[in-house]
């Protein structure tokens, strides 16, 4: 049959039909698939950028910042990052993920604190986004069977394992330790939290000191003379505090105007390693010891993060802040990269098979359990010298031995 | 606990109850004379807190120096703010003087985020980190010249009242509003300089304030229900009921802080003021009106 005496059809017939559809179909597809990992992930980062935490809120943003050159670096999709302060309140940290969410935000990031990470969570989980929360340590948050929301921060009763262990560690080093301590702490969701995870964690280990007092106050009272009064009153050893920052100041001023420096102070939580903490206090800075979450300095990426954060905030020791905010973005774009596609599902089955061995944070690494939660995760004992961080405990991670008792704040010039 | 701790409590209590009684007296003159209730007192004393923070940072100058020209620039605001906003609003019904004084307090909170932002300032002066021991006490030198400041600018406020002819005119103004206006007295004038005294108290209040605490722009409308609190329990229109409330509200929180919880300081102030409503209405030191 020859061209011209073929029967002529203006109809496709069916088997054409279906291939065409097939290749319009795949033509489709594939562009979405090239779009979804050349386009960057819109990424809501929600901190307390405003407000009585807004000191920490700036700092894990600078986590945030040199967050784009090291991504690239491993060889990752690059994130867009949609701004959201929840100006440290609970109300509107859940505001304000609801906006991002309607900007366009496909995975949530934050928010520091528990009682805001915990709103922000309820509002991810309700609209299907995935949130990877960079730090919050109330326990709740992954114990609600919630499918879009991952944690890769130690939980209290996580944070106090590794505390007390750490904290038998420094005794072991110094030969002494305190016989009796004041427990002071804020009264909000984490510090609340902690308080009973110390009751309920401090049993395990053998802990040579006995909590003479407990004092609870509040996170944003402007004067803490009379709390500082009653745990001076009580004439013990040394002072546990879980603070954060702008309190961890006010109890500073305090301890030294009320001329009281306990054999040491021992921080279960943010405030007392900040940098503003180190700057704003400059000598009376010095001493006091953190158990908190920490980087891994003999990590590749930690020493990659380190140098980012030395060109891009001179002067910033590498902390807390930064490390699990940095973290949190690393864990979104590796998703991304893995998932293929930004939708919100497939990103959140990404976030579950996570397995990060290349990371920052103390620790075999970043994997999450079926609750959502890194439950691998390790802390170190810190202690302020003289502007800087040093690493005391884990014997593996340490780079300094321990100053104890503290200098006395009458006697530091 | 030792009777060291309950002392240097009292004292500290004491010391910043002053100041809290020279922020109420303010809002006492003023409602004792114009019968207008100001309810931007603590958003006023916020302008004030805030000056001597900007005149701190910019050009070390310290608060306590600055005591003086920022009462006199409240002043002046204050004075402005009543000729021009207020007293066309005195005759009018309370529940207009009231939507004005709190829209007023709202525009003062948003203009100072705006400016200044959210965050916590703070003065640092040489002597914050300082104190002074006598025997067991140890006395905080910030609170303890806040608190001599506050008594001074007080004494100079009563004085002025007793002693001198404006004085007596705002004080006649207020005992017998028609008598004055016969005698040929300027009520209209007077009530701008009584409104502007309060003013200049609240300022000198928000200056020595700032030596105790940080400054943020939320902190008014937190004081000025402080204030009315004092001034109730004190009170209404007493002068001396101020600072006598001042004092007690001031020692209530310390004595709450350290005998029950820390955290229930500001729910023991709120029970003096109903303790006060229900057994003596007219307040500690007020005048029982028939």
């Known amino acids: ?413 | 606990m030792p009777f060291d701790v309950y002392l240097n409590v009292a004292v500290a209590g004491i010391l910043t109850g002053l100041v809290y009684g020279l922020m109420a007296l303010g809002l006492s003159v003023i409602f004792g004379v114009v019968r207008v209730v100001n309810f931007a007192h603590g958003e006023m004393m916020t302008i004030a807190m805030y000056l001597a923070v900007v005149l701190f940072s910019h050009f070390h100058l310290d608060p306590l120096l600055m005591l003086v020209p920022i009462a006199a620039v409240l002043f002046a605001f204050g004075y402005a703010l009543q000729a021009g906003l207020i007293n066309p609003f005195i005759t009018r019904p309370e529940h207009s003087q009231f939507l004005l004084l709190v829209a007023l307090g709202l525009i003062i909170v948003n203009t100072l985020l705006i400016v200044f932002g959210p965050d916590a300032q703070s003065v640092q002066t040489s002597y914050a980190y300082d104190s002074f021991q006598i025997g067991l006490l140890i006395v905080d030198a910030s609170k303890l010249y806040a608190g001599a400041a506050a008594i001074l600018f007080t004494a100079a406020l009563f004085a002025f009242f007793r002693l001198t002819l404006v004085g007596k005119a705002i004080r006649a103004c207020a005992d017998n509003y028609t008598g004055a206006l016969v005698v040929g007295l300027d009520v209209k004038r007077l009530y701008a300089l009584t409104f502007a005294v309060g003013a200049a108290c609240v300022g000198a209040a928000g200056c020595i304030m700032t030596l105790i605490i940080d400054v943020t722009p939320m902190l008014g409308p937190t004081y000025t229900l402080l204030a009315f609190i004092i001034v109730i329990a004190g009170g209404l229109g007493s002068m001396p009921g101020a600072l006598v409330g001042g004092i007690l509200i001031g020692l209530t929180e310390a004595f709450a802080g350290i005998l029950f919880t820390p955290s229930a300081k500001s729910m023991f102030a709120f029970a003096i003021l109903v303790l006060v409503l229900l057994f003596r209405p007219q307040g500690i030191l007020g005048k029982r009106v028939a």
């Open chain 1, 1 to 413: 049959m020859t061209p011209t005496n073929m029967p002529i059809r203006l109809m496709p017939s069916r088997r054409a039909m279906l291939k065409g559809s097939a290749a319009v179909a795949a033509a489709v597809a594939v562009p979405a698939v090239l779009r979804a990992q050349g386009a960057a992930l819109k990424v809501g980062v929600l901190l307390p950028r405003s407000g009585f935490e807004a000191g920490i809120g700036q700092d894990c943003q600078r986590g945030v910042d040199v967050a784009p050159g090291l991504l690239k670096s491993l060889g990752l999709p690059a994130l867009t990052i949609l701004d959201g302060d929840t100006e440290s309140n609970v109300d509107t940290a859940r505001a304000r993920a609801e906006k991002l969410i309607n900007d366009g935000a496909q995975l949530l990031v934050g928010a520091f604190d528990s009682g805001q990470s915990a709103a922000i969570a309820q509002v991810a989980e309700q609209k299907g986004i995935p949130f990877v929360i960079n730090i919050a340590a109330a326990p709740d948050i992954t114990e609600q069977g919630y499918k879009f929301v991952f944690r890769n921060f130690p939980t209290a009763p996580m944070i106090l394992s590794d505390a007390f262990a750490n904290q038998l560690e420094l005794f072991n080093i110094v030969g002494a330790a305190p016989k009796t301590v004041v427990f002071m702490h804020v009264n909000d969701t984490f510090g609340t939290a902690m308080s009973k995870g110390i009751n309920a964690v401090m049993p395990k280990f053998n802990i040579p000191y006995k909590i003479v007092e407990e004092i609870a106050y509040d996170p944003a009272a402007r004067d803490l003379s009379v709390e500082v009064a009653k745990a001076k009153s009580a004439n013990a050893d040394a002072l546990l505090v879980v603070s954060r920052l702008n309190d961890a100041m006010l109890l500073t001023r305090e301890l030294v105007k009320q001329r009281w420096t306990p054999q040491a102070i021992m921080s279960m939580g943010p405030g007392w390693y900040e940098d503003q903490y180190l700057k704003t206090l400059g000598k009376l800075s010095d001493g006091p010891i953190s158990f908190v979450p920490f980087q891994d300095p003999n990590k590749k990426v930690a020493k990659m993060l380190e140098a980012a954060l030395a060109k891009s905030s001179p002067g910033v020791n590498l902390s807390t802040n930064h490390v699990y905010t940095f973290e949190a973005l690393l864990i979104a774009a590796d998703a991304y990269k893995r998932a293929g596609s930004a939708d919100p599902k497939a990103l959140a089955d990404a976030i579950r098979a996570t397995n990060i061995t290349d990371n920052v944070s103390i620790g075999p690494g970043i994997q999450f359990n079926a609750k959502g939660q890194n439950d691998k995760l390790k802390d170190g004992a810190i202690q302020n010298r003289a502007g800087k961080l040093l690493t005391l405990a884990p014997k593996q991670a340490a780079n300094a031995k321990p100053e104890w008792p503290m200098k006395p704040y009458q006697a530091r010039g």
